[in-house]
């Protein structure tokens, strides 16, 4: 569900896919990012692009568009909130090693993407309890726990993990208690979510999909049933509730690890 339109337009997204020359794309992305005045961060590595972007509607949709003219990105599927002001403070574009670290590289998502569901989908399950072939439907969440605090589906697992490289380590010690059941990862947006069911499956679990688009699309699409509380982002604005609108109840960004600011979601 999506609040009124406020003059301010903000997207996320990402696209895992061979990035040989991310070093000159990011050149080229950071001027046009900063001639349409827009604000945010854009994160580049030989895996993929993710996308944090704020400004005003028609600059972001022709940022987007244009970046879709490169067949690499023909694909991408901007999940969209709205905001009073913009909530990034300058343009940052970034060239990394991994587009969300894991530290495991035989994880290769551009090689083959674990199966997703859509949220409809999910929200269907969670009412139920039970996949469409009557399993048990089980949700992970694959954030850091000061994300899970501000908010999680309801009954989630949550191990406590203070940064992503730590999941492969966590999911060995619990994968046990995952067998026979329907897991569905999430994260803000995917892009953790993602890593995250490619690695349960090549650890052997046969039950396992990703939350398409993450929290963020599951509040875009649905009621936000079967959701307590917020969805922590790493923005000023913080934490925003299921019609997509900034939590005043939301943990302020002030307090968030900076270091994890705009690169994770």
């Given at each position: 569900?999506?609040?009124?339109?406020?003059?301010?337009?903000?997207?996320?997204?990402?696209?895992?896919?061979?990035?040989?020359?991310?070093?000159?794309?990011?050149?080229?992305?950071?001027?046009?990012?900063?001639?349409?005045?827009?604000?945010?961060?854009?994160?580049?590595?030989?895996?993929?692009?993710?996308?944090?972007?704020?400004?005003?509607?028609?600059?972001?949709?022709?940022?987007?568009?244009?970046?879709?003219?490169?067949?690499?990105?023909?694909?991408?599927?901007?999940?969209?909130?709205?905001?009073?002001?913009?909530?990034?403070?300058?343009?940052?574009?970034?060239?990394?090693?991994?587009?969300?670290?894991?530290?495991?590289?035989?994880?290769?998502?551009?090689?083959?993407?674990?199966?997703?569901?859509?949220?409809?989908?999910?929200?269907?399950?969670?009412?139920?309890?039970?996949?469409?072939?009557?399993?048990?439907?089980?949700?992970?969440?694959?954030?850091?726990?000061?994300?899970?605090?501000?908010?999680?589906?309801?009954?989630?697992?949550?191990?406590?993990?203070?940064?992503?490289?730590?999941?492969?380590?966590?999911?060995?010690?619990?994968?046990?208690?995952?067998?026979?059941?329907?897991?569905?990862?999430?994260?803000?947006?995917?892009?953790?979510?993602?890593?995250?069911?490619?690695?349960?499956?090549?650890?052997g679990l046969p039950h396992v999909y990703q939350l398409e688009g993450g929290i963020l699309k599951y509040f875009e699409l649905t009621d936000g049933a079967h959701y307590q509380g917020g969805c922590f982002v790493f923005d000023d604005r913080a934490v925003l509730a299921p019609d997509l609108a900034a939590d005043p109840n939301g943990k302020r960004a002030g307090?968030?690890?900076?270091?994890?600011?705009?690169?994770?979601?």
């Amino acid at each position: 569900m999506t609040v009124a339109a406020q003059p301010v337009l903000n997207i996320s997204c990402y696209q895992f896919v061979p990035l040989p020359d991310a070093a000159a794309l990011g050149d080229v992305l950071r001027a046009r990012a900063r001639a349409a005045d827009l604000k945010g961060t854009i994160l580049l590595a030989q895996e993929g692009i993710n996308v944090f972007l704020a400004g005003p509607e028609q600059a972001v949709r022709g940022f987007v568009a244009a970046l879709k003219q490169d067949a690499r990105f023909a694909d991408l599927a901007p999940k969209e909130s709205w905001s009073a002001t913009v909530p990034f403070r300058k343009m940052l574009v970034k060239v990394k090693r991994e587009i969300i670290r894991m530290d495991h590289p035989a994880i290769q998502p551009a090689q083959g993407r674990a199966p997703s569901v859509d949220p409809v989908t999910l929200r269907r399950w969670l009412t139920t309890g039970r996949d469409d072939e009557g399993r048990e439907v089980v949700t992970l969440d694959t954030r850091n726990a000061f994300e899970v605090d501000a908010g999680t589906f309801e009954g989630a697992i949550d191990w406590r993990i203070g940064k992503f490289t730590e999941f492969p380590a966590a999911l060995r010690a619990h994968k046990a208690e995952l067998h026979n059941k329907t897991v569905v990862s999430f994260c803000t947006g995917g892009i953790r979510c993602e890593k995250a069911a490619i690695l349960m499956r090549e650890e052997g679990l046969p039950h396992v999909y990703q939350l398409e688009g993450g929290i963020l699309k599951y509040f875009e699409l649905t009621d936000g049933a079967h959701y307590q509380g917020g969805c922590f982002v790493f923005d000023d604005r913080a934490v925003l509730a299921p019609d997509l609108a900034a939590d005043p109840n939301g943990k302020r960004a002030g307090t968030t690890p900076r270091a994890h600011i705009a690169t994770t979601m």
